[in-house]
């Protein structure tokens, strides 16, 4: 018999006095008995009065009045409580230990199913809704099996809210196991679902579901709800994480391998002519860090000698992302103080346009270091803690090639050696075989005395071959032994020019594919230095109007330049300066090289001699 079980239950439900009457307590207590204790029974029936059937065996005594010293905390509960404690099928624990082992066994009746299905958050509407409506089948099915009263009770006297709740949005099913109507119901559902392409709209609607007050949709907002604001790049998006951002990094096609101790002895050999010589600290402690004046912010800065040639032509090509490709920026001013954001873009586009051209557009290796060292140093090759550190990356994208760099931009912009990283990638994507039939004699070197850059490595840079000299294509020379020596120039008019000041002293002939660049922006190569000239205005390059007066600027990263260097350029008056005159500043030198007799107004600012 349930007796004990049943009437702690229906006084949770029935008023005091609406409690079962005699007889059916009689019809019931006719059953059998069986070996149970109930801690709420007993407890209530002593605190009422009433006189209490027992029916527990003389050696479950003592485990009784253990039970009840906790019976009177769990009358004291909500009512919905005892109903879910006081509905269970099958026999309870007979030891306090024991009842809290098997608490977690019980299994769920009809009345406590709907709260923690409620709970839940379906993956699929109409998935969730067959396995509820199943599993509600099945539980009456069972409560019906087992002459289980209380489930007629709870139904006809007190459905309870969450009941209500649910029946709202949901056909109730049936307890008779034979009774398949709710369930053919459900499977017409689906079927209408699946010849429908507005099958989603139309189950929200037969089963609506309730939406979180705080995450409207924004195709259900009224449009006078919503806001635009202008967002600065340099805000910071810590706060705005809610949302996974999925990126595409992990898909790349990026094939990586660690260099080896016989590419680090030939990368040495055609860096430095030897695979004894190492890269100084100049070269260890640059890499690409923007400066911090405001009027500045375009420039890179030079920590130490050495490096300049490499610095000056990655300076220029951020100045062409910069100037002329980022539309971001409209004014002249926003494009020569860019955001932080801004300026590492263009560096970003600008390192993978230069690895791009090297590799002929169809490669490129980028090449990382992460100060493990993959090799042990062996026989002719001297370590410098550089080389032996780097992993070989190769992409065949030039889109993958910039989302590559934009994750690993860092490490060329914050170093400690982005420099060297730039050079061993550039080298690679033109291929050590190609840089060598690019040299006019073999044995020349990308890196020369004193660790100074040589022109063909500048010439690789800016153009992506490197070549030894300046001048348009290639010039044969005949010794008149029937001997040519081919001399190799540049192959086709450049994005960034170049002028030198060798040139003024009529060492070498800049041509017109590196003096009429793309772009008017060029490399200044003066007293074994490289720095940057530049003009705001493309149309300098196509309109000779535009060339009578315009503006250069001028920034060099090694000078600790603290302010902006803008320099008026007249060519329509002749200027005869002094050759003789050692004041002249060199940069005039550079600048009279492709116009002659120009006028050149430093605007109040000291000439660099």
Known sequence: SKTDVYRAAEE??????????????????????????????????????????????????????????????????????????????????????????????????????????????????????????????????????VGDPLSSVFSEREPGKRHRTQDQHRPRLQADPTDMRGLQQLDNVGKELRNTDRGEVQWKDKFPKKMSASSPKVEDMPLKAMKLDDINDEEDFCEVTSVPILSRASQLNVDSHPIDLRLACDLKELLFGSSLNCFNEEWKVQSFTFSDIPQLKYGIVQKKGGPCGVLASVQACVLQKLLFEDTRSSSETQKLQPSNISRTRCLVSAVAEILWRAGEQKRAIVALSFRRRHFIPAGRYKADGILETITLNTLNNLDDLKLFLEHNIHQFELGPSGCILLVISAILSRSMELVRLDFDVPSNTLIGAHGYCTQELVNLLLTGRAVSNVFNDDIELDSGNGNITLLKGVKGRSDIGLLSLFEHYNVCKVGSYLKTPKYPIWVICSESHFSVLFCTRKELMNDWRIERRFDLYYYDGLANQQEEIRLTIVTSQNCSPDVDNDLVPPLEHCIRTKWKGAMVDWNDSEPIL
Do not use: W
Not at 55 to 83: C, M, T, W
């Open 12 to 145: 949770a439900i029935l008023p005091s006095h609406k409690l079962l009457s005699p007889q059916t307590s009689q019809s019931r207590s006719t059953k059998p008995p069986r070996r149970i204790l109930s801690r709420s029974s007993s407890s209530e029936g002593e605190r009422d009065g009433n006189t209490v059937p027992s029916y527990v065996d003389n050696e479950n005594r003592f485990g009784v009045s253990l039970e009840k010293k906790n019976a009177f905390a769990e009358i004291q509960k909500n009512k919905s409580n005892r109903i879910l404690r006081g509905m269970m099928s099958g026999p309870i624990a007979s030891s306090q230990q024991e009842n809290n082992k098997k608490r977690p066994l019980r299994r769920p009746s009809g009345s406590n199913l709907i709260p923690q299905l409620r709970n839940e958050e379906p993956k699929n509407d109409c998935t969730s809704y067959l396995s509820e409506a199943a599993q509600m089948t099945v539980q009456s099915n069972l409560n019906a099996a």
